[in-house]
């Protein structure tokens, strides 16, 4: 888990160019838009990419479930293994 | 058309202050990698802008209180963010995703669009590219702002050098830099009057980017300075300051 937790949070610092972060300044179940790091929209969208760059994972632009998918890092991690095992 | 200009600030790897720019020179140009620190642009804007549109930014801030309702503002740039445009272009021709960020930022009034919602501005504001010209071009739109009734006009100009894949087309020897300037209809306190001139191109074209050339005759006070673009003669003389 730690593993693919620290990929992601490194995902995000280098695709979202937060270059004063580091992977520890990312907590795992913190919220990653609004009040928690701060993300917006379009870093919404540039994750998106990255996920599917890098984990090969699809994303359907029009799910209900996107919201819930990238909450935080721990759900983005939870996600990415539940379409890996499909 | 005669203007005053007010405040002009300038950024260059190593160059900041006025200080610093006294001793500029177009034979000697600034190297290096180094970016302005834009601290006028909160940080998580600020992650998303390249040199291009950090210098802009950087320039642009200082000149922002003395903005007013009524002062236009104007973004030129002859070649605009050329290193993230070639990005998305080569990521198009070989079938990758274009980066979201990236391409919102990729248009050419990107920088100006960001600094007028930062700053909340609501006057009429243009982005320019106008090819070895642009500087005076932009330079002239400011002017036919003032001479259509407003009292100021706020120009940035900000260039990078080209992308490594474009430098075989460079025309012209160039520098990451950027200058903001307050252009005033009207004599103000401490203004310098300055006039702007176009001829028919005579002779060969200068060697130096237009920006290169205005920072180096403005920092070097010199009472007239020339620009030799690939279709004119533009001539900037400053004027004995009176009513």
């Not at chain 1, 994303?59 to 293994?81: G, T």
């Not at chain 2, 501005?121 to 036919?144: K, V, Y």
């Not at chain 2, 209809?185 to 001829?199: I, Q, S, W, Y």
Request: hydrophobic share 45%; aromatic share 8%.
């Amino acid at each position: 888990m730690t593993d693919i937790d620290n990929d992601i949070k490194t995902m995000i610092i280098e695709e979202l160019e937060l270059e004063d972060l580091s992977v520890e300044d990312i907590e795992t179940e913190a919220p990653l838009f609004g009040d928690g790091l701060g993300l917006d929209s379009i870093d919404a969208l540039e994750i998106g990419l990255a996920l599917q760059k890098r984990f090969n994972v699809k994303i359907d632009a029009n799910s209900e479930q996107n919201k819930d998918h990238f909450r935080s890092v721990a759900s983005l991690r939870d996600f990415v293994l539940a379409q890996q095992a499909q | 058309m005669q203007v005053w200009v007010s405040q002009l600030h300038a950024w260059a790897p190593g160059l900041s202050t006025g200080a610093d720019w006294q001793g500029f020179c177009a034979d000697e140009l600034p190297l290096g990698d180094d970016k302005p620190a834009a601290g006028g642009v909160p940080a998580m804007t600020r992650r998303r802008l390249t040199r291009w549109g950090r210098q802009a930014m950087e320039v642009a801030e200082p000149l922002a209180p003395a903005l007013t309702e009524q002062t236009p503002v104007i973004f030129s740039s002859r070649h605009g963010d050329t290193a993230r445009t070639f990005k998305l272009l080569r990521d198009l021709a070989s079938g990758e995703p274009l980066s979201p960020n990236a391409f919102s930022l990729s248009v050419h009034n990107s920088a100006l669009g960001l600094f007028t919602i930062l700053k909340d501005i609501h006057t009429p504001s243009l982005a320019l590219a106008a090819g070895s010209d642009t500087l005076a071009a932009a330079w002239q739109e400011a002017c036919s702002w003032l001479a259509t009734g407003r009292e100021q006009v706020l120009l940035v100009h900000t260039d990078e050098p080209l992308a490594d894949f474009y430098q075989p087309y460079r025309d012209e020897l160039d520098m990451p830099a950027a200058v903001g300037i307050l252009l005033h209809r009207a004599p103000t306190a401490g203004a310098d009057a300055v006039e702007l001139t176009m001829a028919q191109a005579q002779g060969p074209r200068s060697r130096h980017s237009m920006m290169i050339n205005f920072l180096a005759g403005w920092f070097g006070h010199k009472a007239r300075f020339t620009h030799a673009s690939a279709s004119h003669q533009w001539c900037w003389a400053r004027v004995a300051a009176h009513g």
